[in-house]
């Protein structure tokens, strides 16, 4: 046990989560709330409707659900999918492969589309996939590779299928309209873009998907049908109780949202674009190989090769030895060969693109 | 949105969550750690490893889940359930009917043993309702009625089956003891005994039960055969990526437990055992009933009847508006007519039982 061991104080620069937006502590300890508490119950409607302003809804049906951005996955899986359901699902990272892997779990008929990872989904192919799918599977934001993959596409060419989508770290840090692309279930996470501690899911489901959903699914925790009375959707605003509310999560959640909003959606998201293309120049400019394909690149996570030569492990010990500076590895067979190199939420400034890049180049030095 | 609203300061006497030790609060916003950081994956293990001494077990897959107790709950069946297995459940309380439901709905062939609300369950009554059952599930603690079920006994006389159990109100604030018992899997929860905000889920299974497992589940984000690796109980130490960490709550709860262990695991019980006891002698003295059954009372969690002619709610909002005190009403049928009054963790000190008794008396009188 460490009880006194001193406080390490990391940069957090790789694929999340990130240093939380000061706003997010400081309501994190505030005094604990009881979570049938009406001063909670205003701040979690608060908190859903702060949501629907990022995912770009109207839908009733959106709150941060109690588990982190995987739990936001399988709440998404298990309340759509009906046994024997067609189920494409585009592949081009870890997080496609998750989908799959999870549909797979709920007796779907997987039909895997894949592309190269580092390149992003072809949307016509992916719509050809099958004539008439129940649901269609994409990431948004491939966090294994560093790619945007084109969700708004899918959602024009959907048909009669639902659109289920991953916006673990695109929420907050990139454009992002859930009604006007054609998106009926989206889950993310608070620990990428929103800057907030990791533990909690924003989720969002239209009312075209809920009809269609499993009545009574083998998750209980998960169940939407459930949850809705649990943040006062349906029953007419009645709180029925389900399980107890994370409620420090929540608030600082709460907080975060309330200083992005503050700040105004469109500045954040310049913001990320501009730590991203600062970012990604300047590596270009060490002499530096991009992994995501241009025209595809994530603002807030940078896909990077590593120098013939170098040593991926070695490096990133390096910074956080030196600098106390975390980045990211590669995911599966770019493992040693790619970092990924997060600017998200409270890091996406001007400050953080200098010291990642200066950083970087004298770890690189250092250990060749 | 209310950013610049006071902060409300409760103190949290209903049936959790409770207000958290001041060790957890400054825990809980230490900067930020990575899931993957060789820093937080010591905390983790130490973590893991001061569970093991509150749950009294050593079990290697003893861990803190990614959810709130109730998810903790889902872990548990889904791992273990097979379809047409027979399960056994006591039910006396809101708790094991969950229990109940959660079986069914992975297709259990789900045996209830009821027993009256208040009163605990009858261990001959339960070993007796199925000749051969896979598994015998109870709730330790039952949060919606005050009572103590023993558990022990099941345990004892459980033969092959498996003995599941519910721990989300007792961990930490009663003796417990999973090996000696014979309890092959259990879950608790953070916002109760141990004085930590809601969001994560103690759980620990043996190997009896691991061996036996469903090896697929439903679930993917609480498969144990993947969560193994995460804590880095399986595959030798080496840790697999899995999900994101509730990193910040992990670090909250390894503050709470080293604080519990260093004021000694006993007396923070004699803790519980003094609170729970002055408060229940008070409140008879002032004329109140208590609802369960003597001899089978929680110390942490008292319920007590509503005296004839007094309206709970009333009651409720004069202790919320006037002192700033959270109590519970009751629970079903008992919603109107008994209230469930906390002392856990923090709040078991005898400054609590004088608050409540002295704001309940008055409440009562000024709302007649």
Sequence with gaps: MT????????????????????EA???????????LDPVFIQLMDETCEMLR???????????????????????????????GDVVVVAINGLFGQRMAELAS?????VVPVESEWGRP??????????????????????TSTGVRNDVAALGAGKGDALLLTDHVTSIGGMPLAVDDWGIDVAYAGTQKCLSVAPGLAPFT??????????ERPTSWYFDL?????YVGGDAGGKRTYHHTAPTAMVVSLHAALTRILSEGLDAVTARHEAAGAALQEGLQEMGLELFAAEGYRLPQLTTVRVPDGVDSAKVRAYLLQTFSIEIGAGIGEFADSVWRIGL?????????VALVLGALKQAIAATR
Excluded at 205 to 214: G, L, M, S, T
Excluded at 225 to 229: E, P, R, T, Y
Aim: charged content about 20%; glycine content about 10%; aromatic content about 4%.
């Design 53 to 83: 302003t990022l995912w770009g809804t109207t839908n009733a049906r959106t709150l941060p659900l109690s588990a982190t951005g995987s739990g936001g996955m399988e709440a998404a899986f298990v309340n759509t999918v009906h046994r």
């Design 344 to 352: 998200m939420g409270h890091n996406a400034q001007p400050r953080s």
């Design 25 to 35: 502590d400081a309501a994190l300890v505030r005094p604990l709330l009881g979570h």
């Design 205 to 214: 489901i239209n009312d075209r998907a809920f009809e269609r959903r499993v």
């Design 121 to 142: 989904l072809d949307p016509d192919d992916v719509l050809r996939a099958h004539p008439s799918p129940a649901i269609i599977c994409a990431v948004h934001a491939e």
């Design 3 to 22: 009880p006194d061991a001193p406080l390490i104080d990391r940069s957090l620069f790789g694929p999340g989560p990130t240093n939380t937006y000061p």
């Design 225 to 229: 049908g459930l949850l809705g009375g």
């Design 105 to 109: 779990r709920l007796g779907a008929r």
